[in-house]
């Protein structure tokens, strides 16, 4: 039931907001792009109660390998900045910045390239041990 | 009438009483227990002569030539010591000790299969919602770092089992050095020298080869093996599989061809050096019984006697041998056999999940405990069946 309650209110909040941004477009395009990012907020607080308990169960199956707990940290930290990066994209898209949004998810790439250092460092200790 | 109707109803009345005793007093009954004489098989005085002959050929010295891990499965076992007795335990306590063994291995496996499930729904979570996380662009790079994390969790498994492997191989080589020499020497005081020699040669070389195979060319294979296999994974577009599949049925068809060749030899061997005993004996035998005069039919009946003694003593140092190097093997095969069967449900579970960068890693890491089972088989088996042929050997005689 309150599963139910929670996704009437998620698809009410986005038409709500998608409504008031068609709205705005006409007069205040700036504000649409704001009334975007607000719901987008809001649904994603309100997703968080789900996700929560959700990420600390797969955290919990991923570090079931106690050699690999400090890997399952990069995987969910990746997993945090596709979402953040494919948002950003999208509002900007939205905003009909495409030059900007191609920047974003390159920089989104890169950080994620970044986090999965330690990952690579740690394989390639372990393929050197093995050719040893 | 009247007193018919009085028996019948005293008859019926006596019935019924005797039904409700039964019914509901019963009283047990079994079968006696047989009496137990795994303890002390022999009489005391063939007991005393059974432990003169296991110090005279060197064999209450085996146990002290196992691995650590194996003295203690022995102990476990109850074979810790060198007795008669400890032989003729029921299999029920040896199949409990497998299961036992297997348990205990299975933990660590089991463990990093929850890491693995856990890293494929992630995967599949993110192609569920592919249009929110990536919308195609970020997946490919969330893919590489989760396929590194999947090949760091199917090679440290597969590091720690060829380092087992090889430790083991070399273990049991150990162990045959002293074991072969000793259960020769017995063999051939039995009265079968052939076979004594050819069991010490073929053994001795089986152990010379296995070893220079497993340390010069299984170990660097496996390695490579493991790394095209990531290196693959981690660039598609190399294609590197059907190469990978081509070095592995080469091994596989390798360990297939040594085995049965070093059977058929053995086997070969065996049967011309069980002839060539026979006569050998026979011909004593009779030399003895028609060349001494007076004592010479005496002399020969105690040469059987002497013989049979001795087999007590053959049958009981093959059978520590059998034991002692399935208690070396035990333990890392049922390690890598549960990681085999780790790896083989996570690559399962890639497939249905629909991670594609999963299952050909996983299977990879499956195909190399696989590679490994099948060498700890092949040196366990030769042993085995080698110990086994010999054990059988002139038990007629």
């Known amino acids: 039931m309150n599963g139910d309650i929670a996704i009437g209110a998620v698809v009410g909040i986005g038409l709500i907001a998608a409504m008031m941004s068609v709205l705005l477009r006409q007069y205040r395009p700036e504000f649409a792009l704001l009334t975007a990012l607000a719901a987008t907020i809001l649904i994603f607080t309100g997703m968080s109660q789900w996700l929560i308990p959700a990420a600390q169960r797969v ?18 930290k990746a997993v945090g900045v596709c979402f953040i990066t494919q948002l950003a994209c999208d509002l900007c898209r939205d905003a009909g910045e495409n030059a900007i949004a191609a920047r974003v998810e390159t920089a989104g790439k890169a950080a994620i390239l970044l986090i999965s250092l330690p990952l690579f460092e740690q394989v390639l200790e372990l393929v050197m041990v093995l050719l040893r | 009438m009247r007193i018919k109707n009085v028996k019948r109803f005293r008859g019926l009345a006596c019935l019924a009483v005797w039904l409700a005793l039964v019914l509901f007093f019963p009283i047990g009954v079994k079968a006696g227990e047989p009496e137990d004489t795994s303890e002390q098989p022999l009489p005391e005085n063939q007991q005393e002569l059974f432990s003169q002959l296991t110090k005279a050929s060197g064999a209450d010295r085996l146990p002290e030539s196992l691995p650590e891990e194996a003295r203690g499965l022995m102990e476990e076992a109850g074979l810790g010591g060198f007795s008669l007795g400890s032989f003729l335990k029921s299999p029920r306590q040896t199949i409990q000790m497998a299961i036992e063994l297997l348990k205990r291995q299975a933990k660590l496996p089991f463990q990093a299969l929850g890491g693995i499930l856990g890293a494929l729904l992630l995967c599949a979570l993110m192609d569920c919602a592919a249009e929110t996380f990536a919308g195609g662009q970020l997946r490919p790079v969330f893919g590489a770092a989760v396929t590194l ?21 070399e273990d049991c080589s150990r162990f045959m050095v002293i074991f072969v020499p000793v259960y020769a020497s017995v063999v051939t005081a039995c009265g079968l020298p052939a076979a004594g020699s050819v069991y010490h040669l073929f053994l ?46 080469m091994v596989c068809w390798t360990l297939s061809f040594l085995l049965a060749g070093f059977v058929a030899l053995l086997t070969m061997q065996n049967t011309l050096s069980s002839n060539l005993d026979a006569v050998t004996l026979k011909t004593s035998k009779m030399l003895v019984s028609s060349l001494i005069p007076v004592v010479g039919g005496a002399l020969s009946e105690a040469l059987s006697a002497a013989g049979g003694c001795l087999r007590v003593v053959k049958s009981a140092v093959g059978i520590y041998g059998i034991a002692a190097a399935a208690c070396i093997f035990l333990p890392v095969f049922f390690r890598t056999a549960v990681w085999y069967a780790a790896l083989s449900i996570g690559a399962a579970a890639g497939e249905m999940l629909s991670v594609k960068e999963a299952a050909p890693l996983l299977k990879a890491g499956a195909s190399l405990m696989g590679i490994l089972m099948a060498v700890l088989c092949l040196y366990m088996l030769l042993i085995l069946v080698s110990t086994t042929i010999l054990l059988m050997t002139g038990m007629g005689g």
């Open chain 1, 59 to 76: 955290r919990e199956l991923l570090e079931q390998e106690p050699e690999l707990a400090g890997s399952a940290a990069i995987l969910l």
């Open chain 2, 204 to 249: 001795f070389s089986a152990a010379q080869v296995i070893s220079s195979l497993v340390s010069g060319w299984l170990v660097p294979a496996a390695g490579i093996y493991m790394t095209l296999n990531i290196a693959g994974a981690l660039s598609p577009q190399l294609k590197i599989q059907p190469l990978l599949e081509a070095l592995k049925k």
């Open chain 2, 149 to 169: 994390f999947l090949a760091a969790s199917a090679i440290l498994p597969a590091a720690e089992c060829i380092k087992s492997c090889v430790e083991t191989v």
